[in-house]
């Protein structure tokens, strides 16, 4: 498991690069351990919470009580969202022999995703750089998230172009629909 050739395999998926397929271990073996990538996201998500709460705490003056057990399993529901959408999604379009591909190449692409947010929101909780101009970038690279989601389905998965764009846009509304039911029962 070489970080930088998966991060390439990565970048050639969302480019024109046929070789993508090189850079990826798709074998049942790849799949289970492409869930790696996916616990590895878990600290990367916590420092762009600590990040945001940390700003909150700023902006309102009073401390706030992070609920770490409550982030966890949000974040667990989150990765797990993708899996089952991406095989509902299968077999419903008859693309059940690219499961396993797209499930490790997005994996692994979330996973490089979030090591560069949450890079960026690390220096903002070492006072580096200002919370507001990391916050858009944040969001900027997770709104392009589904822009990549809608790529590796069609270049992975194999779907059209309109059925990759459904993929897509079901895959990531999936993800926020736990995002947005966790915090909503949180607060």
């Known amino acids: 498991m070489n970080l930088a050739v998966l991060f390439s395999g ?28 996916l616990f590895l996201s878990i600290p990367l998500f916590y420092i762009c919470a600590a990040a945001v709460l940390k700003q909150r705490e700023l902006l309102s003056g009073e401390a706030q009580a992070f609920p770490a057990a409550a982030f966890f399993i949000i974040i667990l529901i989150y990765g797990f969202m993708f899996p089952v959408s991406a095989f509902i999604l299968s077999s419903l379009f008859n693309k059940t022999e690219n499961f396993n591909a797209w499930v490790v190449v997005r994996h692994w692409s979330l996973f490089f995703a979030a090591l560069i ?3 960026l ?24 998230t589904l822009l990549m989601d809608i790529r590796i389905a069609q270049k992975v998965a194999g779907f059209e172009i309109g059925a990759a764009i459904l993929a897509g846009c079901i895959t990531t509304a999936s993800g926020l629909l736990a995002i947005l039911i966790g915090i909503s029962i949180l607060n």
């Open 117 to 119: 947010v949450a890079a």
């Open 121 to 144: 929101f690390a220096l903002t909780l070492a006072g580096i750089l200002p919370f507001m101009m990391v916050n858009s970038v944040a969001f900027f690279i997770y709104m392009c």
């Open 10 to 37: 990565c970048l050639k998926v969302l480019g024109l690069n046929p070789s993508w397929p090189e850079h990826f271990d798709v074998s049942p073996r790849g799949f289970q351990h492409s869930f790696i990538a």
